[in-house]
């Protein structure tokens, strides 16, 4: 079964300027996860999907931040402008239905954003 | 929702067991305790978790404390491959995972 899928790998920005991210999920995984991890912290969630609804976005800084997941699969998330402390690698994640029960979230290799 | 605490770092002789421990006095009876390792520069992998039972699967074994407030991930012969930052996690209501910093294991020769 194909992995979690990511796009680029990494990205080298200006402060400022805007980026965007991409993920393909597992086929037939509803949830889908952005986390954040900087450097020396464990991993952070940004957002979380169900199917193309969002249900929970309390972290995302949405004054610079948004996500999207049309169509229910693949999913792009965008910072807008970028700062400096936004330099991080930004983790995709997916998962069956993630109510209630054991079911383990499958992560990509991750997008490394550096912002100079 | 539960938070974790691990020790920040850990060293353990290749071929030995690897236990690592974990706290977490405020999870609630149906939270489950997962484990993950991330190995440098990839995506956090996936070990193990458990409800309230031990687990063993082919890459380690789960002990959960009777009274759930702390578990210790085993890992039966570690290898240099298992170098690695291991996270203790409480699944809440709608699969959120919150991460702490994690448990860096430095397997020696």
């Known amino acids: 079964e194909a992995g979690v899928a990511q796009s680029p790998r990494y990205k080298i920005i200006e402060k400022r300027q805007s980026v965007a991210f991409w993920c393909n999920p597992i086929?037939?995984?509803?949830?889908l996860y952005w986390y954040q991890q900087i450097l020396g912290q464990g991993p952070k969630l940004l957002i979380q999907?169900?199917?193309?609804?969002?249900?929970?976005d309390s972290q995302l800084p949405k004054d610079r931040f948004s996500a999207e997941r049309l169509k229910g699969v693949d999913s792009t998330l965008k910072i807008q402008p970028a700062k400096l402390e936004d330099s991080a690698v930004y983790l995709c994640?997916?998962?069956?239905?993630?109510?209630?029960?054991?079911?383990?979230?499958?992560f990509g290799p991750g997008t490394r954003l550096t912002v100079t | 929702d539960a938070k974790t605490t691990q020790p920040p770092s850990m060293d353990c002789a290749e071929g030995r067991a690897a236990n690592l421990p974990c706290n977490h006095s405020?999870?609630?009876?149906?939270?489950?305790v997962y484990w993950y390792r991330q190995i440098h520069s990839q995506g956090p992998q996936y070990i193990i978790h458990?409800?309230?039972n031990n687990e063993t699967n082919e890459m380690a074994s789960l002990i959960i404390t009777e009274d759930r407030k702390s578990s210790t991930l085993i890992l039966p012969h570690a290898t240099l491959r298992d170098t690695a930052v291991y996270y203790c996690?409480?699944?809440?209501?709608?699969?959120?995972?919150?991460f702490g910093s994690g448990t860096k294991l430095n397997v020696k020769p």
């Open positions: 999907f169900q199917n193309n609804g969002v249900v929970d």
């Open positions: 994640a997916s998962s069956l239905v993630g109510w209630q029960g054991a079911y383990e979230q499958y």
């Open positions: 405020t999870i609630s009876g149906n939270e489950y």
């Open positions: 086929s037939g995984h509803a949830t």
């Open positions: 458990g409800l309230k």
């Open positions: 996690i409480v699944k809440s209501n709608f699969n959120k995972f919150y």
